[in-house]
């Protein structure tokens, strides 16, 4: 008999443990703490507002004028998304998109004036606030730098519309679209010879890598690609065609030279900063085969008046 008194108490006392810790069940029959949880879904709001807007990212850049040695300020243009994600009564989430970084933001939205205040975390250099007011499907405003000294244009002005992203293999480069490479030029070293004097002078000149009118015809997100098709490329040629690909899936580019050729038509919006598994089968086997031929193929580069 004592035995069974001892389990009894045994029993009961695993019980009031369990109650303690879980919580009492309620109505529903869940425990107190799972039904608190449960009520503190909240609620999100104008979720009309929800989606992509993407579009000009500017600020002034110091440049150094290499002939005078003297510094002066041009006006740098770059493309920005900011994807608003969810909105409560106190919290915005979402993320930017620019420079190949993708970085996530938590603000506020003023109902009254149609205005968002976002902040980036703030643990990487390039981290800041926006401030931008809705108006129909466009936000314009501006972003600051929270480490103002750590970047070049430490305020910047946004105009954003309100796009949706579509895949489309169809996508191409318009075909007035400029195909110089303005961001990597290179120095050669040529010859002059005067009529007169006969005399030869060498000078350096630069060059910028230019490319044809391949990367209107091959389409690597459709087509099969052979080494036919590629053997005769410009390098140039081979890595507009490959990161077409990248830019049908809304890639965000680091590199300069590639932003600066998808963000001439209105179909480029940058999404991501990783678009690896968006790839089809053909795709990526089109990638691979692009990848081998970048690595043997040469450029060809051609001097432009200013």
């Not at 369990?18 to 069940?25: E, I």
């Not at 003297?70 to 930017?96: E, M």
């Not at 244009?153 to 992203?165: G, N, R, S, T, Y």
Request: aromatic share 12%; net charge positive.
């Amino acid at each position: 008999m004592k035995i069974l008194n001892y389990t009894l108490i045994s029993l009961l006392a695993v019980s009031l443990i369990g109650c303690k810790k879980y919580g009492k069940t309620n109505e529903s029959g869940k425990d107190s703490l799972t039904a608190k949880k449960d009520s503190v879904v909240v609620p999100e709001v104008h979720k009309e507002y929800y989606g992509i807007y993407t579009g000009d990212f500017n600020g002034m850049e110091p440049v150094v004028d290499e002939m005078e040695d003297t510094p002066y300020d041009v006006d740098v243009y770059k493309k920005i998304s900011l994807k608003i994600n969810r909105i409560t009564k106190d919290s915005v989430y979402g993320q930017s998109i620019v420079n190949g970084n993708q970085r996530p933001f938590r603000g506020i939205f003023n109902e009254s004036s149609k205005s968002f205040v976002l902040d980036e975390p703030g643990n990487d250099k390039t981290d800041g606030r926006f401030e931008v007011r809705l108006n129909g499907d466009s936000l314009t405003g501006k972003w600051n730098a929270f480490n103002k000294a750590a970047v070049k244009a430490p305020v910047k002005k946004l105009k954003l519309i309100k796009k949706e992203f579509v895949y489309n293999p169809n996508f191409m480069l318009d075909k007035d679209s400029n195909l110089v490479d303005w961001t990597n030029p290179k120095d050669f070293v040529e010859k002059y010879t005067d009529a007169d004097t006969g005399k030869t002078e060498s000078y350096t000149t630069s060059k910028n890598r230019v490319a044809s009118d391949a990367v209107f015809k091959l389409n690597a997100s459709k087509q099969k690609l052979t080494e036919k098709d590629l053997k005769n490329l410009r390098k140039l040629d081979l890595e507009i065609i490959k990161n077409s690909v990248f830019a049908r899936h809304g890639y965000s580019f680091k590199k300069e030279t590639y932003r600066n050729f998808f963000e001439q038509t209105d179909w480029y919006i940058p999404v991501s900063n990783n678009v690896d598994n968006e790839l089809s089968p053909l795709e990526k086997e089109n990638v691979a085969l692009l990848n081998r031929f970048t690595k043997y193929a040469e450029d060809k580069y051609d001097s432009f008046g200013r």
